[in-house]
């Protein structure tokens, strides 16, 4: 029960209100180490109710705390608009009966605007990296006076490539008296980089170790041959799954428009979310998805970051992620609160080691689906190593150069490979970081 919890009165009928009866495993452990002043670490994905997690405590010290003369206290720290607006809402949410207020700085929108709300002098504000550093940077936000930070989702702002932005402002919130950083997963060497030079003596909480991720959620892989047949494979599925809301995951944003038009035309209610949408078309199309009067989404990795759907039941993915880490993201929207999730990923050739990649990273097995009627030419590699990987995959070593050689007709150079992931779930060869599509 919350009301264990020892958090104000005020939150406690805000929680009611909401609801919010039992707390979630990570606000249980969460909640009471924040409230204890202790620096934090936590692994623990969008669904898992970590949102509640780190503002009640946070709001409960806001109310407990004497202040003297107002001044911007929290920051929370977020990879992405949607995500930012997200907080947003539960933040209103939950200060519902107290006199806190709230400011939301994200890219996109009127710097002077944004200026005038910090004259206001908001307890609390959510934002994206890029806009907030070019606050803190035109002196409309003074940082010192920060006590509060959050770092949430901090392994995808680094794989936004908001490193730089995030050590500024960390550097700049130099009188915080407590330190929060929440990932989706345990993320690589940046993060824990980051993780050591911010965080004081923190706690650690592990919530959902990937290897647990999606219980709920049926993982199946479906073959295909080509993009056409991935295509056809596809609509088949979008036309005989069972589904509330669907979201279909591409790698690039020209296959998430080309996948759109093809589906349109088969009158499919459709909708596509990357990086080059405006503001207002994103709001727009999430809204509608969100309400269910379209019921699927064709989206990029980096713009579906983060959203909270709910009634989201089967996630294709189009194109493979590159990682076991991004599919851990993708994945985890499905299959929440319990409910019963499908998750279908379409391999070709080229995709099978990073798939086997993957199933180690998560250790477990996807289930093989064939369709009948569109099976196709390709059902995996001849033949598999121990590891799962198509076996003869290896690049051979070079010949030993003092060994005595036959002269050979010289061979064509092969055409460059697709990296592929290793089994830490990244691929070795990460290409530069994406645009910041979302700042
Ligand atoms: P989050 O992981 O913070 O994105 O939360 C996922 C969803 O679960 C949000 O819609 C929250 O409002 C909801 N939620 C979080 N904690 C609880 C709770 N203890 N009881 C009911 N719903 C919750």
Redesign the pocket.
């Known amino acids: 029960m919350f009301a264990q919890l020892q958090l104000h009165e005020r939150l406690l009928r805000a929680l009611e209100e909401n609801?919010?009866?039992?707390?979630?495993p990570v606000?249980q452990q969460a909640i009471p180490l924040i409230l204890a002043g202790r620096d934090l670490r936590a692994t623990a994905?969008?669904?898992?109710?970590?949102?509640?997690a780190f503002l009640l405590p946070v709001l409960h010290q806001l109310l407990s705390a004497e202040q003297s003369s107002p001044a911007t206290r929290v920051l929370i720290l977020v990879p992405t608009r949607e995500l930012a607006g997200?907080i947003m809402d539960?933040v209103q949410r939950f200060s519902r009966y107290t006199f806190l207020q709230a400011a939301m700085l994200i890219g996109g929108e009127g710097f002077k605007e944004q200026s005038a709300l910090l004259r206001k002098v908001p307890d609390i504000l959510v934002a994206t990296p890029g806009r907030l550093l070019e606050h803190i940077q035109a002196g409309s936000l003074p940082a010192g006076e920060l006590r509060w930070l959050i770092l949430d989702e901090a392994d995808r702002m680094l794989d936004l490539g908001f490193a730089d932005a995030m050590q500024a402002i960390i550097a700049a919130c130099s009188n915080r008296q407590q330190t929060l950083l929440f990932s989706a997963t345990t993320g690589g060497r940046a993060l824990r980089d980051i993780t050591q030079a911010v965080l004081r003596n923190p706690e650690h909480l592990m919530l959902n170790p990937v290897s647990q991720l999606s219980e709920t959620t049926r993982q199946q892989v479906i073959t295909v041959e080509s993009d056409s047949h991935k295509e056809k494979v596809l609509a088949w599925l979008l036309a005989n799954e069972s589904y509330r809301k669907a979201m279909v995951f591409t790698s690039t944003r020209a296959m998430a428009d080309q996948l759109y038009g093809r589906l349109r035309a088969q009158d499919y209610r459709v909708f596509v979310l990357h990086g080059e949408k405006t503001q207002d078309e994103r709001k727009q199309a999430l809204q509608r998805f969100s309400q269910g009067s379209e019921r699927v989404l064709i989206a990029t990795d980096v713009a579906a970051r983060g959203l909270?759907i709910e009634g989201v039941d089967l996630v294709i993915n189009f194109d493979l992620p590159r990682s076991g880490d991004e599919y851990v993201h993708r994945i985890g929207r499905t299959g929440r609160a319990g409910e019963d999730g499908l998750a279908i990923s379409l391999i070709a050739h080229q995709d099978w080691n990073l798939m086997s990649s993957i199933q180690r990273y998560l250790k477990q097995d996807f289930e093989k689906r064939i369709l009948p009627g569109l099976k196709g030419n390709y059902h995996g590699p001849k033949k598999v190593k121990a590891s799962g990987k198509a076996a003869g995959s290896k690049k051979k070593k070079p010949a030993d150069k003092t060994a005595k050689v036959a002269k050979k007709p010289v061979r064509k150079p092969s055409p460059p490979r697709k990296p592929l992931a290793s089994d830490d779930g990244h691929a070795p060869l990460r290409k530069k970081p994406v645009a910041r599509q979302d700042d």
Not at 19 to 24: D, R
């Open positions: 609801n919010f009866t039992e707390p979630t606000q994905q969008t669904g898992s109710g970590k949102t509640a997200q539960e909270d």
